[in-house]
């Protein structure tokens, strides 16, 4: 789970490579020991004998010094600086036509991570499973290179934040190290059948730890494959890296686990910040939320709904709002994990070729989410196409690209047409949800009336038949 | 860092004019600001370091809330310089470029309030190497610095705008960084103040070894003497008490009469333990065995309390009432700074208070808190830009002195004090703008008379460079004679919101026209008439010293004058 945020900025440096994927990056580590230097510099260092980590002394003709530990170089950045770590921790970065002379004057020390002691708590806590698809939630940090370590272990996790121990007895498992962009239907399947054994297993609410680019995506998935949930199942990330201390992934986390562990609700959810300040962490739910910002901690919010539980993190409180499905260890949790692929969500613009509609359904769609502007609507001619792909059996859906509100088809004309050549509008749906369910009902079915009875069906609170005024 | 926090909230404010997403943490940077790069490597040249080839941004982690990421950016621009200071040469290690913080606004046993509005503006750290001796070669080093800084003409005005972190060690104590010295008179005194302190401690080391105290024998045993203090009339303790708080007390073995030892002016070893509680435990305060019975008190409650912890007269003992959790955490500081107290001086990062003294602020960080900042690429410098800034660098101090000398005629002790003055732009203003005041003057004004108005308390900080233009401009316009200036600026410091003009009106310093003087010369002549009949040169002297006495700073004295000669003639005639 990573700040998106800071690798959109900085492609250029070493670290972020840590965060994109941790795993293999420790790899690279270890085959080579000039990490990042390349072609001249390359060749001066191993005539060296230094490895990332020595202490050098580079002298210039003039017979300035400069002495440090060799840091490992981006493969981003220039191949003309030898970058050393000062005595005093900062970094500095030396040409190399001033370097004349490089020596190695010492060994350096090996990046350690001493773990914080952990208190084991004798009473009996609820059993929440975490389960992590990838980036770099409640990583660790060695303060020396700035390296970023994935902590992979229920230990790890604990003891890089303590207080997930008093709330809950857990057990992590690492299902991917992917960042959210790369995963895909097959991803979403696994994480619903990983879920629904840890759940069979006892779990008392599952924790799954995420990018949060496409948090939303997986959280609507989840929502459609995992039915009768007996307990909720919370999907958690971080804006804020982890590595620095303002980060939210520690508090998104106690707060995930806590309403995992406690609140009365079962239902798929999105936990993260409410607002600015770290003061709660609400969970939203899985087919109502959507990413509204790029980088700040409360870029997600619930579209047309209210959240399920909120989190105070100051007193530990949870307060849970979902009233319809309340936890229930009993109840047997069905699973439907599938999802096809062959479903296109397609935007409308002025001047929108109609010509894609055609393409799409060439292209093998079986079902098409139309993102229509305001209550609606596309521009009459995608009239054609639209009544082509519908003969062809291609379903197509209505949600609107103004993210708040329902489409209403039968206001304007173009919505009456609209419907009367086929086109199915999806109430006060999420776009993405819409997406997401077809996807789903595709899997279940190859009958066109089929599909649009489910589409329409509430499966997961994705539809509701009154939008309300707080809570739009 | 967030365990350490986890009791103590931190509220920032933000003036939404001026605190972007970058401020407020929810945004990444942007990338180095290329201006104040510039500066930092004008700077680096000016002290004759060396700059870097390239820039790297680290991240400094900082635990008091005063950055919303919970780290400091900075990044080093040039290494090993020199500079000359009273004669000789101090080495300087680095220059680099840092953002400054978040600023204090308030605070309160569990929370702590800061304002953004000065977070992550540039700031220029200059490190000089630790060998300056005496705290007059502080002073005078310090002084050196400002007029490299000065010479860039891009340091603000104004106190704070320079601060001084001092780092301080002497044989047998600890290096301990002194933070936020906004005042360059004061740096001596702090050096010599801590030198004093660490002396103390050494001394108080000594002691305790000399009673044979071992850091151990200092236990984190905590007795609850909650019962004991029950019937005491400490107001602290019975409010701490009322809230559902416990009072705790440490016996501090072998301590007896150390705590009340002065480390500096009001500064006890007492107060060097207290302080750490409150940072640790966020507890409003201790009590000591040094200082009671008094605070309500009593001598009974004294003696069960040692009872209690089984200490006799060679312990000292330390009581917290407040919080549960607050009060352990507070004594176990007080145990970690007792038992320091036998070993060392401890390194710390302290802060200066206004008197010279300091107190703790928070422990020294050390390399193991900087990592990279992952956000900003490094900064390439190119030779041609080093090239571009080594051919325009700023004229010296030295130099600018001597140019105001021989183009606008002032002493060369008055030059220089421009020069060291955070005025010298300002001045350079008035006497562009107008010929009819002596630049003299203006110097004086802007040296002599703003530090004289200081010593008198008057708060000049308030006044802001348009005060200075319009009251010049006054003069030069003849609408107040230039004896006004010092009034006019006295009057301002307290009303900085208004102009100079307003001043004038209400000092009543606005110069008289002809017509008004005129009327108040001939009403003086006539009704001292019967003068004129004797001594003619005696009789304008005195009506002379009647007219001034009414219009002084109103009227030109030349002018007076001439009007009543002119009177005196046309009455006798």
């Given at each position: 789970?990573?700040?998106?945020?800071?690798?959109?900025?900085?492609?250029?440096?070493?670290?972020n490579?840590?965060?994109?994927n941790?795993q293999?990056?420790?790899?690279?580590?270890?085959r080579?020991?000039?990490?990042?230097?390349?072609?001249?510099?390359?060749?001066?260092?191993?005539?060296?004998?230094?490895?990332?980590?020595?202490?050098i002394?580079?002298?210039?003709?003039?017979?300035?010094?400069?002495?440090?530990?060799?840091?490992p170089?981006?493969?981003?950045?220039?191949?003309?600086?030898?970058?050393?770590?000062?005595?005093?921790?900062?970094?500095?970065g030396?040409?190399l036509?001033?370097?004349?002379?490089?020596e190695?004057?010492?060994?350096?020390?090996?990046?350690?991570?001493?773990?914080?002691?952990?208190?084991?708590?004798?009473?009996?806590l609820?059993k929440v499973?975490?389960?992590?698809?990838?980036?770099t939630?409640a990583?660790r940090v060695?303060?020396?290179t700035?390296?970023?370590?994935?902590?992979?272990?229920?230990?790890?996790?604990?003891?890089?934040?303590?207080?997930?121990?008093?709330?809950?007895?857990i057990?992590?498992?690492?299902?991917?190290?992917?960042?959210?962009?790369?995963?895909?239907?097959?991803?979403?399947?696994?994480?619903?059948e990983?879920?629904?054994?840890?759940?069979?297993?006892?779990?008392d609410?599952?924790?799954?730890?995420?990018?949060?680019?496409?948090?939303?995506?997986?959280?609507?998935?989840?929502?459609?494959?995992?039915?009768?949930?007996?307990?909720?199942?919370?999907?958690?990330?971080?804006?804020?890296?982890?590595?620095?201390?303002s980060?939210?992934?520690?508090?998104?986390?106690?707060?995930g686990?806590?309403?995992?562990?406690?609140?009365?609700?079962?239902s798929?959810?999105?936990?993260?910040?409410?607002d600015?300040?770290?003061?709660?962490?609400?969970?939203?739910?899985?087919?109502?939320?959507?990413?509204?910002?790029?980088?700040r901690?409360?870029a997600f919010?619930?579209?047309?709904?209210?959240?399920l539980?909120r989190y105070?993190?100051?007193t530990?409180?949870?307060e849970?709002?979902?009233?319809?499905?309340?936890?229930?260890?009993?109840?047997?949790?069905?699973?439907?994990?599938?999802?096809?692929?062959?479903?296109?969500?397609?935007?409308?613009?002025?001047?929108?070729?109609?010509?894609?509609i055609?393409?799409?359904?060439?292209?093998?769609?079986?079902g098409?989410?139309?993102?229509?502007?305001?209550?609606?609507?596309?521009?009459?001619?995608?009239?054609e196409?639209?009544?082509?792909?519908v003969?062809?059996?291609?379903?197509?859906?209505?949600?609107?690209?103004?993210?708040?509100?329902?489409?209403?088809?039968?206001?304007?004309?173009?919505?009456?047409?609209?419907v009367?050549?086929?086109v199915?509008?999806?109430?006060?749906?999420?776009?993405?949800?819409?997406?997401?369910?077809?996807?789903?009902?595709?899997?279940?079915?190859?009958?066109?009336?089929?599909?649009?009875?489910t589409?329409?069906?509430?499966?997961a609170?994705e539809?509701?038949?009154?939008?309300?005024?707080?809570?739009? | 860092?967030?365990?350490?926090?986890?009791?103590?909230?931190?509220?920032y404010?933000?003036?939404?004019?001026?605190?972007?997403?970058?401020?407020l943490d929810?945004?990444?940077?942007?990338?180095?600001?290329s201006?104040?790069?510039?500066?930092a490597?004008?700077?680096?040249?000016?002290?004759?370091?060396?700059?870097?080839?390239?820039?790297?941004?680290?991240?400094?982690?900082?635990?008091?809330g005063?950055?919303?990421?919970?780290?400091?950016?900075?990044?080093?621009?040039?290494?090993?310089?020199a500079?000359?200071?009273?004669?000789?040469?101090?080495?300087?290690?680095?220059?680099?470029?840092?953002?400054?913080?978040?600023?204090?606004?308030?605070?309160?046993?569990?929370?702590?309030?800061?304002?953004?509005?000065?977070?992550?503006v540039?700031?220029?750290?200059?490190?000089?190497?630790?060998?300056?001796?005496?705290?007059?070669?502080?002073?005078?080093?310090?002084?050196?610095?400002?007029?490299?800084?000065r010479?860039?003409?891009?340091?603000?005005?104004?106190?704070?705008?320079?601060r001084?972190?001092?780092?301080?060690?002497?044989?047998?104590?600890?290096?301990?960084e002194?933070?936020?010295?906004?005042?360059?008179?004061l740096?001596?005194?702090?050096?010599?103040?801590?030198v004093?302190?660490?002396?103390?401690?050494?001394?108080?080391?000594d002691?305790?070894?000399?009673?044979q105290?071992?850091?151990?024998?200092?236990?984190?045993?905590?007795?609850?003497?909650?019962?004991?203090?029950?019937?005491?009339?400490?107001?602290?303790i019975?409010?701490?008490?009322?809230?559902?708080?416990?009072?705790?007390?440490?016996?501090l073995?072998?301590?007896?009469?150390l705590?009340?030892r002065?480390?500096?002016?009001?500064?006890?070893l007492?107060?060097?333990?207290?302080?750490?509680?409150?940072?640790?435990?966020r507890?409003?305060?201790?009590?000591?065995?040094?200082?009671?019975p008094?605070?309500?008190?009593?001598?009974?409650t004294?003696?069960?309390?040692?009872?209690?912890?089984?200490?006799d007269a060679?312990?000292?003992?330390?009581?917290?009432?407040?919080e549960?959790?607050?009060?352990?955490?507070?004594?176990?500081?007080?145990?970690?700074r007792?038992?320091?107290a036998?070993e060392?001086?401890?390194?710390?990062?302290?802060?200066a208070?206004?008197?010279?003294?300091?107190?703790?602020?928070?422990p020294?960080?050390g390399?193991?808190?900087?990592?990279?900042?992952?956000?900003?690429?490094?900064?390439?410098?190119?030779?041609?830009?080093?090239?571009?800034i080594?051919g325009?660098?700023?004229?010296?101090?030295?130099?600018?002195?001597?140019?105001?000398?021989?183009?606008?005629?002032?002493?060369?002790?008055?030059?220089s004090?421009?020069?060291?003055s955070?005025?010298?732009?300002?001045?350079?203003?008035?006497?562009?703008a107008?010929?009819?005041?002596?630049?003299?003057?203006?110097?004086?004004v802007?040296t002599?008379?703003?530090?004289s108005?200081?010593?008198?308390?008057?708060p000049?900080?308030?006044?802001?460079?348009?005060?200075?233009?319009?009251?010049?401009?006054?003069?030069?316009?003849?609408?107040?004679?230039?004896?006004?200036v010092?009034?006019?600026?006295?009057?301002?410091?307290?009303?900085?919101?208004?102009?100079?003009a307003?001043?004038?009106?209400?000092?009543?310093?606005?110069?008289l026209?002809?017509q008004?003087?005129?009327?108040i010369?001939?009403?003086v002549?006539s009704s001292?008439?019967?003068?004129?009949a004797?001594?003619?040169?005696?009789?304008?002297?005195?009506?002379?010293n009647l007219?001034?006495g009414e219009?002084?700073?109103?009227?030109?004295?030349?002018?007076?004058?001439?009007?009543?000669?002119?009177?005196?003639?046309?009455v006798?005639a």
């Amino acid at each position: 789970m990573t700040a998106r945020t800071c690798q959109s900025v900085s492609h250029k440096h070493t670290l972020n490579q840590f965060r994109r994927n941790p795993q293999r990056r420790y790899e690279s580590l270890s085959r080579t020991e000039l990490e990042g230097y390349q072609g001249q510099i390359l060749h001066h260092l191993q005539g060296a004998g230094a490895k990332v980590g020595s202490i050098i002394r580079v002298t210039s003709k003039d017979g300035e010094v400069f002495e440090g530990a060799l840091f490992p170089r981006s493969e981003y950045a220039d191949q003309n600086h030898i970058c050393l770590k000062m005595k005093n921790g900062y970094n500095i970065g030396i040409h190399l036509e001033r370097a004349e002379k490089i020596e190695v004057i010492g060994e350096g020390e090996k990046p350690h991570f001493t773990k914080p002691k952990v208190t084991t708590i004798h009473e009996v806590l609820p059993k929440v499973s975490l389960v992590s698809i990838g980036g770099t939630i409640a990583s660790r940090v060695d303060y020396r290179t700035g390296a970023v370590q994935p902590a992979l272990t229920a230990e790890d996790l604990t003891s890089v934040v303590p207080e997930l121990g008093s709330i809950a007895e857990i057990d992590a498992h690492i299902l991917y190290s992917e960042l959210s962009e790369n995963l895909t239907t097959a991803h979403w399947q696994k994480i619903a059948e990983e879920t629904a054994r840890l759940i069979r297993g006892g779990a008392d609410g599952v924790i799954i730890a995420h990018g949060t680019d496409t948090m939303h995506y997986t959280s609507a998935a989840l929502s459609f494959a995992l039915q009768d949930l007996p307990v909720p199942v919370l999907i958690v990330g971080a804006q804020r890296s982890s590595d620095r201390p303002s980060s939210d992934a520690a508090s998104n986390l106690t707060g995930g686990v806590a309403i995992a562990a406690r609140a009365d609700i079962a239902s798929v959810g999105v936990a993260m910040h409410s607002d600015m300040s770290d003061r709660f962490i609400v969970a939203h739910r899985g087919t109502r939320v959507r990413k509204c910002h790029t980088s700040r901690r409360d870029a997600f919010r619930s579209i047309n709904s209210p959240f399920l539980a909120r989190y105070d993190l100051q007193t530990n409180q949870i307060e849970s709002f979902d009233a319809v499905s309340r936890r229930d260890k009993n109840r047997q949790l069905s699973l439907k994990p599938h999802f096809d692929h062959h479903a296109n969500l397609v935007r409308f613009y002025p001047s929108f070729d109609p010509a894609l509609i055609d393409s799409v359904v060439a292209n093998g769609a079986r079902g098409i989410v139309l993102e229509g502007t305001g209550l609606g609507h596309v521009s009459r001619q995608c009239y054609e196409p639209i009544n082509r792909a519908v003969k062809q059996d291609v379903p197509i859906f209505m949600t609107s690209q103004t993210i708040w509100g329902r489409v209403d088809m039968n206001v304007y004309s173009t919505g009456r047409d609209l419907v009367d050549i086929g086109v199915v509008p999806l109430e006060d749906m999420l776009s993405e949800t819409a997406l997401v369910k077809l996807m789903w009902a595709l899997s279940q079915t190859k009958s066109r009336d089929k599909i649009r009875e489910t589409m329409l069906h509430p499966v997961a609170g994705e539809v509701t038949e009154r939008t309300l005024a707080e809570a739009s | 860092m967030f365990e350490f926090h986890k009791g103590k909230s931190i509220t920032y404010e933000a003036d939404p004019e001026t605190a972007c997403l970058v401020e407020l943490d929810e945004e990444p940077p942007r990338q180095l600001n290329s201006e104040a790069v510039d500066i930092a490597l004008t700077i680096t040249l000016l002290l004759k370091a060396r700059p870097l080839d390239e820039i790297h941004v680290m991240r400094k982690v900082v635990i008091d809330g005063s950055n919303t990421t919970g780290f400091q950016r900075t990044a080093v621009i040039g290494l090993d310089g020199a500079l000359r200071a009273d004669g000789r040469d101090v080495p300087v290690e680095q220059v680099t470029l840092e953002e400054d913080s978040g600023r204090k606004t308030g605070e309160t046993k569990t929370s702590a309030v800061y304002r953004l509005d000065r977070l992550g503006v540039p700031l220029i750290e200059i490190s000089t190497g630790p060998v300056i001796g005496t705290p007059e070669e502080a002073g005078k080093t310090a002084l050196a610095i400002g007029r490299i800084l000065r010479a860039t003409r891009k340091v603000k005005r104004g106190l704070g705008s320079i601060r001084q972190d001092l780092n301080i060690s002497i044989k047998q104590g600890a290096l301990v960084e002194i933070k936020g010295v906004q005042d360059l008179d004061l740096v001596s005194r702090v050096v010599e103040l801590e030198v004093q302190r660490q002396l103390n401690l050494v001394s108080i080391r000594d002691e305790l070894r000399f009673r044979q105290v071992k850091p151990l024998d200092i236990k984190e045993d905590f007795v609850d003497v909650t019962g004991i203090f029950a019937s005491s009339e400490s107001k602290i303790i019975q409010s701490a008490i009322k809230r559902g708080g416990k009072a705790y007390a440490v016996r501090l073995t072998g301590f007896a009469n150390l705590l009340k030892r002065e480390l500096a002016p009001g500064i006890r070893l007492g107060t060097e333990l207290a302080k750490r509680a409150i940072f640790w435990g966020r507890v409003g305060g201790i009590f000591h065995s040094d200082e009671l019975p008094a605070y309500g008190i009593e001598t009974g409650t004294v003696e069960a309390v040692k009872e209690r912890l089984g200490s006799d007269a060679r312990d000292a003992f330390v009581v917290i009432a407040d919080e549960e959790q607050a009060v352990l955490d507070g004594l176990r500081a007080v145990v970690e700074r007792a038992r320091e107290a036998v070993e060392k001086v401890p390194e710390e990062t302290r802060a200066a208070n206004p008197d010279g003294t300091t107190h703790y602020m928070r422990p020294r960080p050390g390399a193991a808190r900087m990592y990279p900042e992952t956000d900003v690429p490094p900064v390439a410098i190119s030779k041609d830009r080093i090239a571009r800034i080594a051919g325009s660098l700023p004229r010296m101090p030295a130099e600018v002195a001597g140019e105001l000398q021989v183009q606008h005629r002032l002493s060369p002790k008055l030059a220089s004090q421009i020069v060291d003055s955070e005025y010298l732009s300002l001045f350079e203003k008035i006497v562009g703008a107008s010929r009819e005041v002596s630049t003299s003057y203006v110097a004086t004004v802007l040296t002599e008379s703003l530090k004289s108005l200081q010593r008198e308390n008057v708060p000049v900080e308030n006044l802001r460079e348009e005060h200075f233009v319009q009251v010049f401009d006054l003069v030069a316009k003849g609408s107040t004679a230039k004896e006004s200036v010092v009034e006019v600026l006295r009057w301002l410091a307290a009303h900085p919101a208004s102009t100079a003009a307003d001043a004038l009106d209400d000092l009543g310093l606005r110069m008289l026209s002809e017509q008004d003087l005129a009327v108040i010369v001939n009403r003086v002549v006539s009704s001292n008439k019967s003068l004129l009949a004797n001594d003619r040169a005696k009789a304008l002297g005195k009506m002379m010293n009647l007219v001034m006495g009414e219009v002084r700073g109103r009227a030109d004295p030349t002018l007076v004058s001439e009007l009543l000669r002119v009177r005196i003639e046309r009455v006798l005639a």
